[in-house]
């Protein structure tokens, strides 16, 4: 499976989201002095989840990457992400 469907399948699963985006920009990145040259290092996420209502922005990053943590610590590089809750500008 490939890294895109594991952030996929994992943010799905804990988030049930209304929308989601994993955009792969490891192509952007090739050839950069850190990238691992793996075409799936560095990802784009946009979630929309009821699960981020209340929260701060530092406290919903704090749960995606808690969820994908073990990408984290190994696969993936770099990881941007928007996190909405429902209603909210971006969302």
């Not at 920009?25 to 793996?38: F, I, K, Q, W, Y």
């Not at 799936?40 to 808690?66: D, M, P, T, Y």
């Amino acid at each position: 499976m490939s890294v895109e469907a594991i952030i996929r399948e994992k943010l799905l699963g804990s988030f049930q989201p209304i929308r989601l985006e994993v955009i792969n920009e490891s192509h952007l990145h090739a050839g950069h002095r850190d990238a691992p040259g793996t075409g799936e290092s560095h990802f784009r996420v946009v979630i929309v989840s009821a699960q981020f209502a209340g929260k701060s922005r530092l406290e919903r990053h704090r749960l995606v990457n808690a969820t994908l943590a073990g990408e984290l610590a190994g696969k993936v590089h770099a990881l941007a992400l928007k996190t909405y809750a429902p209603g909210e500008t971006g969302a």
